[in-house]
């Protein structure tokens, strides 16, 4: 069956410093890989997604992510947080032949210091 | 208006007490998703939809049952509430047969069983 794992449950940037958050799926085909974002008390947004060619993806308030096959990983980044980036971040995976089902991680919380 | 809407918003009921929780989406997707989140737990998908004739279990759908009305109304239904079906419920639309992989989540509904 297939798996996210999102290996840290809380993290803490200062404002402005880079931010990466990690994850790791597992299964063998080649998947869809999303990131989204749910700040307190609000649903979840979408921040990007890929599904093939370039696997360095842009999204939205200026995060990337990189697909990395060797690894598995989909990992996001961004090069300077702002204080209105702390949420909690979700990465999804979903494969085709899966109806379109997509499995979650268990989420990373951002908690940003002035 | 939102795309995905879910009501009532935050309810408040009592162990053995039937809850309906509705979705409504104006996407013209035709699958529909229900899911809830538990801290640490990440999304875990109770059932999911294709169309109106076609429904299926998800990974937890033990003590829920759905109704999918019209392409652009799928309900949740606890039967019978239990304290341990406490947590924040979601609704998400996609249609990969339009290129669409991506789910599009309603706000949430904060369910609490006494």
């Known amino acids: 069956a297939q798996s996210v794992t999102q290996p840290d449950i809380h993290i803490t940037v200062s404002e402005g410093a880079s931010l990466e958050l990690r994850c790791n799926y597992s299964?063998?085909?080649?998947?869809?890989l999303f990131w989204y974002v749910q700040s307190p008390g609000q649903g979840l947004q979408l921040l990007l997604k890929y599904f093939s060619g370039d696997t360095l993806v842009q999204g939205i308030k200026g995060f990337e992510a990189e697909f990395k096959r060797s690894q598995s990983s989909f990992n996001l980044r961004k090069p300077s947080v702002h204080w209105s980036d702390a949420a909690e971040y979700f990465c999804?995976?979903?494969?085709?032949?899966?109806?379109?089902?997509?499995?979650f991680g268990t989420g990373t919380r951002l908690q940003v210091t002035l | 208006d939102a795309d995905v809407t879910q009501t009532p918003r935050n309810r408040i009921t009592k162990t053995g007490k039937r809850i309906m929780l509705e979705c409504s989406q104006t996407k013209g997707h035709d699958r529909m998703y229900w899911y809830r989140q538990d801290p640490g737990l990440g999304l875990r998908l109770i059932y999911y939809?294709?169309?109106?004739?076609?429904?299926n279990k998800g990974e937890i759908s033990d003590g829920y049952s759905v109704s999918r009305q019209a392409q652009a109304k799928f309900s949740l239904s606890l039967e019978s509430a239990i304290p341990n079906q406490t947590a924040l419920y979601f609704c998400a639309t996609s249609d990969p047969l339009a290129g669409i992989y991506e789910q599009y989540f309603g706000p949430g509904t904060r369910l609490t069983v006494t």
């Open positions: 299964y063998g085909a080649t998947p869809y």
């Open positions: 999804a995976v979903g494969f085709t032949g899966t109806a379109s089902k997509l499995t």
């Open positions: 939809s294709f169309d109106v004739k076609d429904i």
